[in-house]
């Protein structure tokens, strides 16, 4: 399986900031997704980061609020943009595509909006 | 969008008694995966399911992928104080458009009594 590494790990944010969480992984992979984890809720996709081409949003998500970028099969971010509290949650990097349809994730971003 | 009912959402057993969980759907999946989560950090893949029928064993773990595509269960036999955390079991559906893209059960929360 890749390897799969995130920054920040954790981070608390002021109210009305936006901050950038970095994802790469240790070989090309296919799919790369962005994940929400809310507190003490399961995990929800916001998007599929598309390698040179804007990313791919499910509903309830906008590029507005979560400009994602993947200018190559190795790295993508996620920007988390004007945060309020109710965007605290463990954002999480997932790969796939290179083995079957596994799918794989990073150890995620904890962010608390403060 | 599909949706996966996992059940039970939480467990309280003894050290070294067995565990089952499982997930159930009103549509069918191409592929069942099984992850376990520990706080603060990325979900783990367990155990990835292909086929129908498909059973298969990681260590003390099993899991099936059921014969209706609806279904998939998660054993744990003789379970140890780390076995301890939110097991998940998620989904990926036979659309072409999306292929890869995961839905997640809600989690079944494991404790471990030593």
């Known amino acids: 399986s890749a390897v799969i590494s995130q920054k920040p790990s954790r981070d608390i944010c002021q109210r009305g900031t936006s901050l950038t969480i970095q994802c790469q992984v240790d070989?090309?992979?296919?799919?790369m997704f962005w994940y929400r984890q809310q507190p003490g809720q399961s995990l929800t996709l916001i998007a599929t980061a598309n390698q040179g081409s804007e990313a791919t949003y499910e509903s309830g998500f906008v590029i507005d609020k979560f400009p994602i970028s993947r200018p190559n099969l190795t790295f993508s971010t996620l920007t988390v943009s004007n945060m309020s509290p109710e965007d605290s949650s463990i954002y999480l990097c997932s790969v796939g595509g290179n083995s079957g349809n596994t799918i794989y994730f990073g150890e995620g971003s904890w962010l608390t909006v403060v | 969008g599909q949706q996966l009912n996992q059940s039970p959402q939480s467990m309280f057993i003894q050290e070294g008694e067995d565990v089952s969980m499982n997930c159930t759907s009103s549509s069918i999946f191409n592929t069942w995966l099984w992850y376990k989560q520990d706080p603060g950090e990325g979900p783990v893949l367990l155990i990835a399911l292909y086929k129908a029928g498909e059973l298969t064993s990681n260590g003390r773990l099993t899991a099936q992928f059921g014969i209706t595509r609806k279904d998939s269960f998660l054993n744990i036999s003789a379970s140890i104080p780390s076995d301890v955390g939110i097991y998940f079991c998620a989904g990926q559906p036979p659309n072409r458009g999306s292929n890869y893209k995961l839905t997640f059960g809600k989690g079944t929360l494991l404790t471990v009594n030593p």
């Open positions: 070989s090309q992979v296919t799919m």
